[in-house]
């Protein structure tokens, strides 16, 4: 499966942007995913993860309440609506899927098989 995130952009502090990872390939419902960010000079973290059903979500502690992880089978998508953003949450942001079998969300990198090839999210006035 190849995926495709889009949806940054440049957006100024408390603003919110709707970020989308589109898959390709196959059908995307049966896959678990996550989206992580890397900041400049800083190591890639966990954002946000979703289950395959859709019934379990998961987001870091630093974005709870800010963010929403969402299924859009429907277009074969995953989406990611980030509210009151700070400049702090400036970085590039990636999606991955894991294939099944899985079960629940997954919170670390190594735990995916696929990437995209990430989205720039800048928060700035």
């Known amino acids: 499966v190849q995926l495709q995130a889009s949806g940054g952009g440049l957006v100024q502090p408390g603003g919110s942007l709707r970020l989308s990872c589109a898959a390709s390939?196959?059908?995307?419902?049966?896959?678990?995913v996550g989206w992580f960010r890397q900041a400049p000079g800083k190591e890639r973290e966990f954002v946000a993860a979703?289950?395959?059903?859709?019934?379990?979500?998961k987001y870091a502690d630093s974005l709870k309440g800010r963010i929403t992880i969402s299924r859009d089978n429907g277009r074969n998508a995953v989406l990611l609506q980030m509210n009151s953003l700070k400049p702090e949450d400036t970085a590039v942001y990636y999606c991955?899927?894991?294939?099944?079998?899985?079960?629940?969300?997954?919170?670390?990198?190594?735990?995916?098989?696929?990437w995209g090839q990430g989205t720039l999210v800048t928060v700035s006035s």
């Open positions: 979703i289950s395959w059903t859709g019934g379990s979500t």
């Open positions: 991955a899927a894991r294939g099944p079998p899985n079960v629940g969300y997954y919170m670390h990198d190594h735990e995916y098989e696929y």
């Open positions: 390939g196959r059908t995307f419902s049966d896959y678990a």
